[in-house]
């Protein structure tokens, strides 16, 4: 069959079933409570042109770029088009498919293209968020054009590459705050990795950072005009570090830190003090508090990392327990049993495909083809990694690292095929090594973790 045609029918499939889950989803309503937040802000911005929950009290607990973009659609479509949206994302994921394709064929080559845009297409998890009022669809298609553009920029070497990495990060980071933070370390591999002369390579890394702060700088100023305080994207990201390291914060799924009241509440004791303060003071708090949390208790803070890790890279558990029955947030729209039973079997088995050979694969790389831009992506998975294990470790934060897995995983499957009947004792040796890792993992996800969670379940199901 020809590429063309496999890719037709790649495309095709995938828009299938995207059409079938807008049905399932035509005219359902947000239930979850990062979507309702989203939808409050973003109705204030067509309404009162106020970012902020409530009309009169502007606020910067999420990142704008989202809202604004609920904000737009709602002024074209109407307010609560929540249809309108669906479709939007779809096609922003198969922009972001092409993209991918583009990435893809440079990285492993023509033959493994369209598997590898194809299990980025299917993975289940990825096709139910276009139809959630959350922002991972949206950071998605930034976040994979900006790891286009590095790889251009660490193999063409032209400004142009720099200059659009810059923008598509800050974009990203609007989206979602994890990349920020992430622009002086990737401005410092660049610096010492792209080809060329020391001075070409500090102009272009010089405008990568101009144009990234560009990006970010109307967002910035309006900020400091609100608190008075330097606020790159959002203040939840002060909050969530102290919930993630206090006191009382959960040793298994510490996310739920939020969900703790009384005395052991991460605010307990500290009303008077929190309610005097606005979202930037606030934020400046809970960093130093959690700072010093951090320093006077190591090794309980090693501990806490460490099933960080596994919560991160645990079985992806949001769309499983939203239809499962377990909480106030049911998606009902996934509940009917022809569809709730198959879609958790789905993503148990796409979820761990694709993180074994995706995982084996990018370390098969790395080891065999070593260069510039796989030693990129490790870097940038591993500062993901390391982020949530400092704050919450959730199993929804690692999907914007799929379709990199994607890549990595295909080329993985095809280093197994050939040399794995060869007996290549090293080959046996390593995907060995992340079997076990994972199949810890996930046990611990299972049995430790996520006990009580299971024993419910088995309930409800019974």
């Given at each position: 069959?020809?590429?063309?045609?496999?890719?037709?029918?790649?495309?095709?499939?995938?828009?299938?079933?995207?059409?079938?889950?807008?049905?399932?989803?035509?005219?359902?309503?947000?239930?979850?409570?990062?979507?309702?937040?989203?939808?409050?802000?973003?109705?204030?911005l067509v309404e009162t042109g106020t970012y902020?929950?409530?009309?009169?009290?502007?606020?910067?607990?999420?990142?704008?770029?989202?809202?604004?973009?609920?904000?737009?659609?709602?002024?074209?479509?109407?307010?609560?088009?929540?249809?309108?949206?669906?479709?939007?994302?779809?096609?922003?994921?198969?922009?972001?498919?092409?993209?991918?394709?583009?990435?893809?064929?440079?990285?492993?080559?023509?033959?493994?293209?369209?598997?590898?845009?194809?299990?980025?297409?299917?993975?289940?998890?990825?096709?139910?968020?276009?139809?959630?009022?959350?922002?991972?669809?949206?950071?998605?298609?930034?976040?994979?054009?900006?790891?286009?553009?590095?790889?251009?920029?660490?193999?063409?070497?032209?400004?142009?590459?720099?200059?659009?990495?810059?923008?598509?990060?800050?974009?990203?980071?609007?989206?979602?705050?994890?990349?920020?933070?992430?622009?002086?370390?990737?401005?410092?591999?660049?610096?010492?990795?792209?080809?060329?002369?020391?001075?070409?390579?500090?102009?272009?890394?010089?405008?990568?950072?101009?144009?990234?702060?560009?990006?970010?700088?109307?967002?910035?100023?309006?900020?400091?005009?609100?608190?008075?305080?330097?606020?790159?994207?959002?203040?939840?990201?002060?909050?969530?570090?102290?919930?993630?390291?206090?006191?009382?914060?959960?040793?298994?799924?510490?996310?739920?830190?939020?969900?703790?009241?009384?005395?052991?509440?991460?605010?307990?004791?500290?009303?008077?003090?929190?309610?005097?303060?606005?979202?930037?003071?606030?934020?400046?708090?809970?960093?130093?508090?959690?700072?010093?949390?951090?320093?006077?208790?190591?090794?309980?803070?090693?501990?806490?990392?460490?099933?960080?890790?596994?919560?991160?890279?645990?079985?992806?558990?949001?769309?499983?327990?939203?239809?499962?029955?377990?909480?106030?947030?049911?998606?009902?729209?996934?509940?009917?049993?022809?569809?709730?039973?198959?879609?958790?079997?789905?993503?148990?088995?796409?979820?761990?495909?694709?993180?074994?050979?995706?995982?084996?694969?990018?370390?098969?790389?790395?080891?065999?083809?070593?260069?510039?831009?796989?030693?990129?992506?490790?870097?940038?998975?591993?500062?993901?990694?390391?982020?949530?294990?400092?704050?919450?470790?959730?199993?929804?934060?690692?999907?914007?690292?799929?379709?990199?897995?994607?890549?990595?995983?295909?080329?993985?499957?095809?280093?197994?095929?050939?040399?794995?009947?060869?007996?290549?004792?090293?080959?046996?040796n390593l995907f060995g090594a992340v079997v076990?890792?994972?199949?810890?993992?996930?046990?611990?996800?299972?049995?430790?973790?996520?006990?009580?969670?299971?024993?419910?379940?088995?309930?409800?199901?019974?």
């Amino acid at each position: 069959m020809k590429k063309r045609t496999v890719f037709a029918c790649v495309i095709g499939s995938a828009l299938l079933v995207r059409c079938f889950f807008l049905i399932v989803f035509w005219g359902q309503a947000p239930v979850i409570i990062d979507e309702q937040h989203y939808n409050a802000i973003s109705v204030n911005l067509v309404e009162t042109g106020t970012y902020a929950f409530h009309p009169g009290k502007p606020t910067s607990i999420r990142p704008p770029l989202y809202p604004f973009f609920l904000a737009t659609v709602y002024q074209l479509t109407g307010i609560n088009s929540y249809n309108a949206i669906r479709i939007i994302q779809i096609f922003f994921t198969f922009v972001t498919a092409w993209i991918l394709y583009l990435l893809c064929r440079r990285v492993t080559g023509e033959k493994e293209t369209w598997l590898s845009v194809g299990i980025f297409l299917f993975y289940p998890s990825l096709v139910i968020y276009n139809f959630f009022i959350l922002s991972e669809i949206l950071f998605n298609l930034f976040f994979v054009a900006s790891i286009f553009f590095i790889y251009l920029a660490l193999s063409e070497n032209k400004t142009w590459h720099f200059l659009c990495t810059g923008i598509f990060i800050g974009l990203a980071s609007l989206t979602r705050s994890i990349t920020y933070p992430m622009m002086p370390l990737l401005a410092f591999y660049l610096f010492f990795t792209a080809s060329g002369k020391i001075v070409p390579r500090l102009k272009n890394i010089t405008i990568m950072l101009f144009f990234f702060t560009l990006v970010l700088s109307p967002w910035v100023v309006r900020n400091y005009d609100l608190y008075g305080q330097f606020i790159p994207v959002d203040t939840m990201g002060g909050l969530n570090l102290y919930m993630g390291n206090y006191e009382y914060t959960p040793m298994h799924r510490p996310w739920s830190a939020v969900e703790v009241s009384g005395e052991k509440a991460w605010y307990a004791g500290k009303e008077a003090i929190l309610r005097s303060m606005n979202e930037a003071q606030k934020q400046k708090w809970c960093i130093r508090k959690s700072v010093e949390f951090i320093i006077s208790h190591p090794a309980l803070t090693v501990q806490r990392s460490i099933i960080k890790v596994a919560n991160f890279w645990g079985i992806e558990r949001s769309i499983i327990a939203g239809i499962s029955g377990q909480r106030s947030d049911t998606i009902e729209a996934l509940t009917p049993p022809l569809i709730k039973y198959p879609l958790i079997a789905s993503i148990v088995v796409f979820y761990a495909s694709v993180m074994l050979f995706g995982v084996f694969g990018l370390i098969w790389k790395n080891l065999k083809e070593p260069d510039k831009f796989n030693l990129a992506i490790t870097g940038i998975i591993l500062y993901f990694t390391a982020m949530h294990a400092l704050v919450f470790g959730h199993s929804r934060y690692h999907l914007p690292l799929v379709p990199l897995l994607a890549i990595y995983g295909v080329y993985g499957v095809t280093t197994i095929r050939t040399y794995w009947f060869n007996k290549q004792r090293q080959i046996i040796n390593l995907f060995g090594a992340v079997v076990l890792t994972f199949s810890a993992i996930w046990a611990y996800e299972i049995f430790i973790g996520s006990r009580s969670q299971m024993v419910k379940l088995l309930v409800i199901t019974n």
